[in-house]
T-cell receptor, first 115, second 117 residues
Framework: DGGITQSPKYLFRKEGQNVTLSCEQNLNHDAMYWYRQDPGQGLRLIYYSQIVNDFQKGDIAEGYSVSREKKESFPLTVTSAQKNPTAFYLC??????????????FGSGTRLTVV | AQKITQTQPGMFVQEKEAVTLDCTYDTSDQSYGLFWYKQPSSGEMIFLIYQGSYDEQNATEGRYSLNFQKARKSANLVISASQLGDSAMYFCAMREGYTSGTYKYIFGTGTRLKVLA
């Protein structure tokens, strides 16, 4: 079955470390997105990518970096510059050929905790 | 600025009854889209229903319907005949304008629904 796979499900990071969250999709979707979810704040857009080797900053990109070397993969690196990285991270994708009424397909998320 | 507001942090409903989850939005665009997503405890966001700003009829998908009142800028989700499996977090979202080759979406803060047996 097609879908989005995020790994790991749980991740612990020490202060000052960089960590990378994986997002892989086999839906042949062009666009991929990273969202951060905090309690009581809904989802906020970190980065998004429409095509391979191109990506744009979202609303809260500081302290994060991404790459899009393959259509299927959109990893997110949480750098030591991100001062409050503890959150739930969701990856999503969407086909450019889909209609306006088609929503995102989401992964099951990665919960990152700073220890 | 575009904004989505969900004023109900939590709701309870008795099994088999209907429940309405509120969502209001603010936009200056004439063309926009409104979505509802369900997030169970597993964390994955599940797309439920969509309403386009030019759609004259309210959207329906099985037990889900969207009560769209354009003049009041509200897009409430109605779940009929609630089931225990409906217990989850529900998010309202709006599609923003087209930039850099794609649409972006903004999300409300969510409503946690608990269905009681």
């Amino acid at each position: 079955d097609g879908g989005i796979t995020q790994s790991p499900k749980y991740l612990f990071r020490k202060e000052g470390q960089n960590v990378t969250l994986s997002c892989e999709q086999n839906l042949n979707h062009d666009a991929m997105y990273w969202y951060r979810q905090d309690p009581g704040q809904g989802l906020r857009l970190i980065y998004y990518s429409q095509i391979v080797n191109d990506f744009q900053k979202g609303d809260i990109a500081e302290g994060y970096s991404v790459s899009r070397e393959k259509k299927e993969s959109f990893p997110l690196t949480v750098t030591s510059a991100q001062k409050n990285p503890t959150a739930f991270y969701l990856c999503a994708s969407k086909a450019s050929t889909e209609g306006l009424g088609d929503g995102y397909t989401f992964g099951s998320g990665t919960r990152l905790t700073v220890v | 600025a575009q904004k989505i507001t969900q004023t109900q942090p939590g709701m309870f409903v008795q099994e088999k009854e209907a429940v309405t989850l509120d969502c209001t939005y603010d936009t200056s665009d004439q063309s926009y889209g409104l979505f509802w997503y369900k997030q169970p405890s597993s964390g994955e966001m599940i797309f439920l229903i969509y309403q386009g700003s030019y759609d004259e009829q309210n959207a329906t998908e099985g037990r889900y319907s969207l009560n769209f009142q354009k003049a009041r800028k509200s897009a409430n989700l109605v779940i009929s005949a609630s089931q225990l499996g409906d217990s989850a977090m529900y998010f309202c979202a709006m599609r923003e304008g087209y930039t850099s080759g794609t649409y972006k979406y903004i999300f409300g803060t969510g409503t946690r629904l608990k269905v009681l047996a």
